[in-house]
């Protein structure tokens, strides 16, 4: 049992270049999100998803795409980085009610 | 809008004193409550929750938390920490009918000295 795995852990991206964080998990639940972990900021929420085909923004939705074609996986995509979306990216899913299991994080750094 | 305030951004403590944390939100319906913790380069981990019942919760690693309703509260406590309660810890709020979203504080950065 994996948990929530996110891939890659690390990246450098210039401005302007796009690419997609993965986050897959293994424990058929329903609700997954998307946070960005700034200093000081805590964690925001970037979009969320209540189950597959169902997605919806957050604190922050700006510059970032998602997708729920399936119920593991919950991909997000950055269109066009910019530095000010340098930050750790944290995927998380829930059953229920009853609290996210995080993943490990994404630090991803754009200049 | 629901926010999330933890008002103590960076503690120190000396190992085997005690530890409050303190958390406040300011949405006025039926809420679940959450502490997390995130150790230094790790992911975050749950230490406790409330949904309902005895307000006084009990979690992980000694860690407890007190829900008062009136005061819109729910701090954290640790009657005597350890140098690897060292970490960063976060409030979160969901708020019931919301989605399942859940809304972070800031968070605070604890440093436990030997």
């Known amino acids: 049992n994996a948990g929530v795995t996110q891939t890659p852990k690390f990246q450098v991206l210039k401005t302007g270049q796009s690419m997609t964080l993965q986050c897959a998990q293994d424990?058929?639940?329903?609700?997954m999100s998307w946070y960005r972990q700034d200093p000081g900021m805590g964690l925001r929420l970037i979009h969320y998803s209540v189950g597959a085909g169902i997605t919806d923004q957050g604190e922050v939705p700006n510059g970032y795409n998602v997708s729920r074609s399936t119920t593991e996986d919950f991909p997000l995509r950055l269109l066009s980085a910019a530095p000010s979306q340098t930050s750790v990216y944290f995927c998380?899913?829930?059953?229920?009610?009853?609290?996210?299991?995080f993943g490990s994080g994404t630090r991803l750094t754009v200049v | 809008a629901q926010s999330v305030s933890q008002h103590n951004h960076h503690v120190i403590l000396s190992e085997a004193a005690s530890l409050e944390l303190g958390c406040n939100y300011s949405?006025?319906?039926?809420?679940?409550l959450f502490w997390y913790v995130q150790y230094p380069g790790q992911h975050l981990q749950l230490l406790l929750k409330?949904?309902?019942?005895?307000?006084l919760v009990k979690g992980i690693k000694g860690f407890e938390a007190e829900f008062i309703k009136s005061k819109f509260s729910f701090n954290l406590r640790k009657p005597s920490v350890q140098w690897s309660d060292t970490a960063e810890y976060f409030c979160a709020v969901r708020k019931n009918g919301g989605g399942n979203k859940l809304t972070f504080g800031t968070g605070t950065q604890l440093k436990v000295e030997l």
């Open positions: 409330y949904f309902s019942g005895d307000p």
């Open positions: 998380a899913s829930s059953y229920d009610r009853y609290g996210y299991t």
């Open positions: 949405y006025g319906g039926t809420v679940n």
């Open positions: 424990m058929n639940h329903e609700y």
